[in-house]
């Protein structure tokens, strides 16, 4: 049997097509950028048209604007940090309280080591940002403000271009997290007031280990990692050349995509997630669902835990994903839902579905086809559940 | 992923004896919803003979929790309620071929559940009466004795083991001193009864990594010291918003069929009443913590949210 990959939030597949424009990286073309002959000028070429490529799809002024980093978490470090060392004289951080830990261990870390202040603004049941809470915080202390894109548990999207102009109303500046946003939604970061931007190639059909940050003509930043003077001495170590053009390939692809993403993707997961609800009652969509990625949904089940499912799913072929806490070796449910206040009846049978172009309508038939059972045998197993009324009645733990 | 022994997946995938056991002679109920995992054990006893001739089982929680709790019912089918009590959570371990040791709590819920249904069978109250201090962990509802009986049975002797076996401290960490306190007791004793090498003993001096305190005793969005910090607050000024925002959660938490209710302010403590569903584990630490940031938020100062008892 075909599996079943609904998991592209937490990595995609490296589309063939990048694979293949990155080989001869390895071969032919194994230069160095930096050297004086001609094995050096190929690859600053492909190095100059990958940036190009990564440009176009987030809509960037310049080329120079964005620059190759390891990823995701290597971008949203860079930026962070850069920001408390330039803005002089301010040294608190505004983040959201649904951040992925690149961000939120990062300024847990900063605040226990270096005494910055960091507030992590609330948001309500769907996941959205306390807007007042938001304005509240930011002041003139504020070094910067880093909310993401979109989050990469419910796909919740924040209105990154309102919150970047009230940072700068206060002077600070605004950085977000688009890992999760890139290649999915359209973005034209130059009509923006946003300052920094992190991407994540594996995210978008790139290899693992990739990513870029963008940094807005005039910001100034101060690297992370000393050395050479690769990207414009923003990001030393000699580049990773077919990462980097993978990077570009993918980032083209994604461009070229972009509309299937919306159209062709978000009806996929509109039928699960339609079908899902039909099929099996006391189960809800968590994120706001009036402003979501298209390609992502987050169900929770009520009365069942998470890993039990994606256990059962696996064993039919089928990868998803859970906030629950088995799954993550924590005890809790993820710090996303727990933020979201989802009753929790249902944040431990949290599971993630998230699609991607390779996906197809025989997918969705398969977890429609299993899911339904999978979800009523293992609710037939809990003490919670009574049958079609729902759960919970009788149940009387001693420890309580 | 979790690397699963194939008889846990066994287990797991088809779980033996699972349903309800009609007219069961002894329930034990362990665990809550909010906590993650809850195991009901249902035992039928030969009075003549207390020989459990049945038992099944209902599980809420993840794969392990589900094998273990079968696994639990075939060691027990056919035993004497003595011998069944002489099975430690590391026999249902072993029965298993094994548990990641962050699954041991599984091992550790069957065994609690056998202990409170052979309680029900006898007609006994097994440990319902929480005297004050002996919930240890209220997040996952945790008290001293079933600290004590892991700790013994399992020759833990680090904080994190304690973790992995009880799941205490396990989510906000504030009872982290309550469990140094029960584990280097316990090994005390067990160092006196000549149990354990008085060098292997517990010590919190030694054990008191910046890791295990407290995760979020204080929210974010008012740390201690900041030079641009809001003016202070009268106590009355503070008591009212904090009265305001308890209210304005109400209806949120009574939507969840809960409630909540403000017993006293001392400093930065706020006392508060949970009731309905909230009190599944004593306090479940999603409701806790949000409590607490909406408090935080709407106050901007540090406060901590402490549940009393029905009755306080
Ligand atoms: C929102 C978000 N930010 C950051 C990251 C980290 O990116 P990377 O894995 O490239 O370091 C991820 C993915 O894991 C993510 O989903």
């Known amino acids: 049997m075909k599996p079943v990959y609904l998991d592209n939030n937490a990595t995609t597949r490296v589309d063939p097509q990048v694979v293949e424009a990155m080989l001869p990286f390895f071969t032919e073309q194994f230069g160095n950028a930096s050297s004086m002959h001609g094995f050096g000028a190929s690859v600053g070429a492909a190095i100059r048209k990958a940036r190009q490529q990564v440009q176009e799809l987030i809509g960037a002024?310049?080329?120079?604007?964005?620059?190759?980093?390891?990823?995701?978490?290597?971008?949203?470090?860079?930026?962070?940090?850069?920001?408390?060392?330039?803005?002089?004289?301010?040294?608190?951080?505004?983040?959201?309280?649904?951040?992925?830990?690149?961000?939120?261990?990062?300024?847990?870390?900063?605040?226990?080591?270096?005494?910055?202040?960091?507030?992590?603004?609330?948001?309500?049941?769907?996941?959205?940002?306390?807007?007042?809470?938001?304005?509240?915080?930011?002041?003139?202390?504020?070094?910067?403000?880093?909310?993401?894109?979109?989050?990469?548990?419910?796909?919740?999207?924040?209105?990154?271009?309102?919150?970047?102009?009230?940072?700068?109303?206060?002077?600070?500046?605004?950085?977000?997290?688009?890992?999760?946003?890139?290649?999915?939604?359209?973005?034209?970061?130059?009509?923006?007031?946003?300052?920094?931007?992190?991407?994540?190639?594996?995210?978008?059909?790139?290899?693992?280990?990739?990513?870029?940050?963008?940094?807005?003509?005039?910001?100034?930043?101060?690297?992370?990692?000393?050395?050479?003077?690769?990207?414009?001495?923003?990001?030393?170590?000699?580049?990773?050349?077919?990462?980097?053009?993978?990077?570009?390939?993918?980032?083209?692809?994604?461009?070229?995509?972009?509309?299937?993403?919306?159209?062709?993707?978000?009806?996929?997961?509109?039928?699960?997630?339609?079908?899902?609800?039909?099929?099996?009652?006391?189960?809800?969509?968590?994120?706001?669902?009036?402003?979501?990625?298209?390609?992502?949904?987050?169900i929770a089940?009520?009365?069942?835990?998470?890993?039990?499912?994606?256990?059962?799913?696996?064993?039919?072929?089928?990868?998803?994903?859970?906030?629950?806490?088995?799954?993550?070796?924590?005890?809790?449910?993820?710090?996303?839902?727990?933020?979201?206040?989802?009753?929790?009846?249902?944040?431990?049978?949290?599971?993630?579905?998230?699609?991607?172009?390779?996906?197809?309508?025989?997918?969705?038939?398969?977890?429609?086809?299993?899911?339904?059972?999978?979800?009523?045998?293992?609710?037939?197993?809990?003490?919670?559940?009574?049958?079609?009324?729902?759960?919970?009645?009788?149940?009387?733990?001693?420890?309580? | 992923m979790w690397e699963y022994s194939e008889k846990v997946k066994e287990y797991f995938f088809n779980p033996k004896n699972s349903g309800l056991l009609e007219s069961a002679d002894g329930v034990g109920d362990v665990g809550a919803i909010a906590c993650g995992d809850a195991l009901r054990l249902m035992i039928k006893v030969d009075p003549a003979t207390e020989t459990i001739t049945d038992a099944r089982f209902q599980t809420f929680g993840c794969g392990s929790a589900i094998a273990s709790s079968s696994a639990l019912t075939e060691m027990i089918i056919g035993r004497t309620i003595e011998e069944a009590m002489g099975i430690s959570n590391q026999d249902i371990a072993d029965f298993l071929g094994g548990l990641p040791p962050e699954k041991m709590h599984c091992s550790v819920m069957g065994y609690e559940a056998l202990r409170a249904a052979v309680a029900n069978y006898r007609g006994e109250t097994w440990i319902d009466d929480h005297e004050e201090g002996a919930l240890v962990c209220k997040c996952f509802g945790i008290d001293e004795g079933m600290i004590e009986r892991?700790?013994?049975?399992?020759?833990?002797?680090?904080?994190?083991?304690?973790?992995?076996?009880?799941?205490?401290?396990?989510?906000?960490?504030?009872?982290?001193?309550?469990?140094?306190?029960?584990?280097?007791?316990?090994?005390?004793?067990?160092?006196?009864?000549?149990?354990?090498?008085?060098?292997?003993?517990?010590?919190?001096?030694?054990?008191?990594?910046?890791?295990?305190?407290?995760?979020?005793?204080?929210?974010?969005?008012?740390?201690?010291?900041?030079?641009?910090?809001?003016?202070?607050?009268?106590?009355?000024q503070k008591i009212r918003l904090i009265e305001q925002a308890v209210e304005e959660l109400r209806p949120y938490l009574q939507q969840d069929g809960g409630d909540c209710e403000l017993v006293d302010v001392d400093g930065d403590a706020v006392m508060v009443k949970l009731s309905g569903a909230c009190v599944g584990c004593q306090m479940a630490s999603v409701t806790i913590r949000g409590v607490q940031e909406r408090l935080i938020e709407k106050v901007g100062q540090p406060l901590r949210v402490i549940p009393v008892k029905a009755g306080h």
């Open chain 1, 61 to 298: 002024e310049f080329d120079h604007e964005v620059v190759f980093t390891s990823g995701g978490t290597e971008s949203d470090n860079t930026a962070i940090l850069s920001a408390l060392e330039t803005q002089r004289g301010r040294d608190e951080i505004v983040t959201s309280a649904v951040e992925h830990p690149a961000v939120l261990s990062l300024c847990e870390h900063l605040e226990k080591t270096r005494g910055v202040r960091v507030h992590r603004i609330p948001v309500d049941a769907k996941g959205r940002l306390d807007i007042d809470a938001y304005r509240r915080a930011l002041g003139p202390r504020t070094a910067i403000a880093s909310v993401m894109w979109a989050n990469n548990e419910t796909g919740t999207i924040f209105p990154v271009e309102t919150l970047a102009e009230l940072a700068h109303d206060s002077g600070a500046l605004f950085h977000t997290d688009a890992v999760q946003a890139v290649g999915k939604i359209a973005i034209d970061i130059k009509t923006s007031a946003i300052d920094l931007l992190s991407l994540s190639g594996h995210k978008l059909h790139a290899p693992k280990g990739i990513g870029a940050l963008y940094v807005r003509r005039g910001v100034r930043l101060r690297p992370l990692i000393r050395g050479g003077h690769q990207e414009r001495a923003r990001r030393a170590g000699t580049e990773n050349v077919p990462a980097i053009v993978g990077l570009g390939a993918a980032a083209e692809l994604a461009l070229r995509h972009l509309s299937e993403e919306c159209g062709r993707v978000r009806a996929l997961r509109d039928r699960l997630e339609a079908g899902l609800l039909e099929r099996i009652d006391n189960a809800m969509v968590t994120g706001d669902p009036a402003n979501r990625l298209p390609n992502t949904t987050n």
């Open chain 1, 301 to 400: 089940f009520e009365y069942i835990e998470g890993e039990a499912i994606l256990l059962r799913l696996n064993r039919e072929g089928i990868a998803a994903s859970s906030g629950s806490a088995c799954t993550s070796g924590s005890l809790e449910p993820s710090h996303v839902l727990r933020a979201m206040n989802v009753p929790y009846t249902a944040a431990h049978g949290a599971t993630r579905f998230s699609f991607s172009r390779d996906n197809t309508e025989e997918d969705v038939e398969r977890v429609l086809d299993v899911l339904p059972a999978i979800v009523r045998d293992l609710r037939s197993l809990s003490p919670f559940w009574q049958g079609n009324g729902g759960g919970q009645a009788g149940f009387q733990p001693t420890y309580a």
């Open chain 2, 150 to 236: 892991a700790v013994r049975m399992n020759g833990l002797t680090t904080l994190e083991q304690v973790t992995h076996y009880t799941k205490a401290m396990g989510s906000c960490g504030t009872c982290g001193e309550k469990v140094e306190e029960v584990l280097a007791r316990v090994h005390r004793e067990m160092v006196a009864e000549g149990t354990l090498d008085a060098a292997e003993a517990f010590d919190p001096a030694a054990a008191r990594l910046p890791a295990l305190r407290p995760k979020v005793a204080v929210s974010p969005l008012a740390p201690a010291a900041s030079p641009a910090a809001k003016p202070a607050l009268t106590s009355l």
